[in-house]
């Protein structure tokens, strides 16, 4: 079947708006039919134009200008106005060979008025999905206020002081004993003594000589 859904709900006419009404084939549940390229027929009666026709279909030799066009991917897109003082009513007639026929009515007025497009239902989708990616940016905002406070600098570990680090120097000499405390006078015998012992911050001075790997 035929569905017709319009961009906007109403379009100024002394602006020269337009009119953008997408038309769909659909199956008997209201689902596209991506594989339907059937022909549609466009007629627009009343004191207005087809202004174009398109089904973005990147291959198609067909002029926008044209009323007949397939539809691509189950898609058709018309485009229409109204002349500068339309009076009466503008009806867009769509019809496809073993389609019904389907019809849009809009109700042009001359001073600043608009074309009132019967079908809204694209309009509606629209407009909730806008609420709900709104609600969704919102929450977004939310979380990342309870995370962390606007227009703070992050808390970051304090950093001990440099004089708090401990900056021992110890001595390791191959005259040295292990069981000596470390210092420039009584040095440690072996290198394995000096990396049990010492702590983060402190320097180990390694005297020259050869040092032999204990097992």
């Known amino acids: 079947m035929l569905q017709v859904s319009a961009y906007k709900d109403k379009i100024k006419v002394?602006?020269?708006?337009?009119a953008f009404i997408?038309?769909?084939?659909?199956?008997?549940?209201?689902?596209?039919?991506?594989?339907?390229?059937?022909?549609?027929k466009c007629k627009l009666e009343g004191e207005g134009k087809i202004v174009a026709t398109d089904n973005g279909d990147p291959t198609s030799l067909i002029s926008f200008s044209a009323t007949e066009r397939e539809t691509?991917?189950?898609?058709?897109?018309?485009?229409?106005?109204?002349?500068?003082?339309?009076?009466?009513?503008?009806?867009?007639?769509?019809?496809s060979e073993n389609l019904k026929k389907c019809l849009c009515g809009y109700q042009p007025i001359i001073n600043h008025s608009y074309l009132n497009i019967m079908t809204t239902k694209l309009l509606n989708i629209k407009?909730?999905?806008f609420r709900s990616l709104t609600n969704l940016g919102m929450m977004i905002i939310l979380f990342s206020c309870s995370s962390s406070s606007i227009g703070e600098e992050p808390i970051n570990p304090p950093v001990p002081p440099a004089s708090s680090v401990e900056k021992s120097e110890y001595y390791v000499s191959t005259t040295g004993n292990d069981e000596n405390p470390g210092t420039l006078?009584?040095?440690w015998r072996t290198i394995q003594k000096a990396v049990t012992t010492v702590t983060p911050g402190c320097v180990v001075n390694i005297m020259g000589g050869t040092y032999y790997r204990r097992k």
């Open 14 to 18: 002394a602006d020269n708006e337009l």
């Open 22 to 40: 997408t038309v769909s084939i659909r199956d008997k549940t209201g689902s596209v039919v991506p594989t339907a390229n059937h022909k549609i």
């Open 185 to 187: 006078t009584s040095p």
């Open 127 to 129: 407009t909730r999905l």
């Open 72 to 95: 691509f991917n189950g898609f058709m897109l018309v485009v229409i106005k109204a002349h500068q003082g339309a009076k009466g009513k503008l009806r867009l007639i769509v019809e």
